[in-house]
């Protein structure tokens, strides 16, 4: 271990970065903590140094703690067999391809058991069906952790990407995939999932997943109106952003909740801009109701009509641990009853200070106040569920 930290690559420090925001708040606060001690020449010495530290510390100190918010119900599990070949062809995303001569192979698990020694391109597909559970706009996609770079087609339509593709290549073995499925792509039977894979070296393919699956978040069933799903999207500033006259044509579409890295706008740090128009359902008028963003990194504005109703901020009255967990907090904002009509706009203005950005995580919608109370209730119930596990398993990733 210690001549792994003499040799720390800029990369790993990025990604030691995007740990310490991953780690939950009392890891947060230890790392930087530990960050203010080092006094080594090189800063990417100190994270690495850091890093030592912390995992020592909280294996001598606490054991297995854990974190996870959102309350995931499985809809479809993909663990077992899945048809496989090497080679690369976008054809192979269309759910019509001839994939009569590929093999069988079992997933999760590196695809080096089969075939050893492979590096580069290859795919994967799948068949299931589909059930929804309730009524929602959105499902979300786990795939674990896939070696090195993936692109996620279901039913002919591209989900996402992760990490960059030859000649452009950058890895993202480190980061568990996580897509947002629009439930109307779903058919109930005869779906098919492909996954165009490139490793660039060592192990390749869905090397390992926790979970592994179609997911539905069981905090979306409290929203009377569910916002998730497309929103309008710009890191350009193109005027008043929050006035809904403001022209958003050439603004870029996104889903809404998944970070924006996920979505074309790699390692982008810094301001964004999100709309969405909606329409109030007659059963909602007259009642008290509260816009819930779920959690947003890391500071936000917001506004509905054209009217601030609200904002977690960059300020110097919090403590410097309020400040570096903003990213953690539910954001649930009372709408002033004023502001609604029949046709509406919310906008969010985001800043982000490093690592993932953006509305990352719902619910995201619309809900009475009994709905809010119950919302608050569940999420204190919950407590915090496996962040230390997913923290120290990270950690000794960023070593491998």
Wanted: include cysteine; proline fraction near 4%; hydrophobic fraction near 35%.
């Amino acid at each position: 271990m210690a001549n792994k930290v003499l040799h720390i690559k800029g990369d790993k420090l990025q990604r030691f970065r995007r740990l310490v925001k991953s780690s939950g708040q009392f890891a947060n606060s230890v790392c930087q903590l530990l960050l203010a001690s080092c006094r080594l020449r090189r800063i990417k010495d100190a994270y690495a140094l850091c890093s030592v530290k912390v995992y020592f510390f909280v294996l001598m100190a606490f054991g297995p703690l854990a974190l996870e918010a959102s309350d995931w119900r499985p809809l479809v599990t993909f663990n077992g067999t899945w048809l496989f070949t090497v080679g690369d062809d976008p054809a192979w995303a269309s759910p019509l391809a001839d994939v009569q001569d590929w093999d069988q192979i079992n997933a999760p698990g590196q695809w080096e058991r089969y075939y050893e020694g492979y590096n580069g391109y290859a795919w994967y597909r799948k068949n299931f069906d589909f059930r929804p559970a309730s009524k929602t706009n959105t499902v979300t996609l786990f795939l674990g952790f896939i070696d090195d770079v993936d692109e996620v087609f279901i039913n002919g339509q591209k989900i996402g990407q992760t990490g960059k593709f030859p000649p452009r290549y950058q890895t993202a073995y480190d980061q568990e995939r996580r897509y947002l499925v629009p439930a109307s792509l779903l058919n109930e039977t005869k779906n098919v999932i492909a996954l165009r894979v490139y490793d660039e070296g060592r192990h390749g393919g869905i090397v390992s997943a926790g979970k592994f699956g179609l997911y539905y978040d069981r905090h979306e069933e409290l929203l009377e109106l569910d916002l998730s799903g497309s929103w309008k999207f710009s890191i350009d500033n193109l005027g008043d952003m929050h006035d809904p006259a403001t022209s958003d044509e050439k603004w870029k579409v996104i889903y809404v909740p998944l970070n924006w890295e996920q979505q074309g706008f790699v390692d982008y740090d810094g301001r964004a801009w999100y709309r969405k128009r909606f329409l109030l359902p007659e059963t909602l008028k007259g009642k008290e109701l509260y816009l819930v963003l779920g959690k947003i990194d890391d500071f936000d504005k917001v506004y509905l009509n054209g009217e601030k109703i609200g904002q977690v901020e960059d300020n110097d009255r919090y403590s410097r641990f309020q400040r570096g967990n903003a990213w953690q907090l539910y954001r649930i904002y009372k709408i002033p009853s004023n502001l609604l009509r029949s046709k509406n706009m919310v906008s969010v203005e985001v800043q982000d200070e490093m690592g993932g950005g953006g509305i990352y995580e719902g619910p995201v919608g619309i809900m009475t106040h009994e709905r809010v109370r119950e919302f608050e209730n569940r999420i204190r119930n919950e407590g915090y569920n496996n962040g230390w596990n997913s923290f120290l398993r990270d950690l000794i990733r960023s070593f491998e």
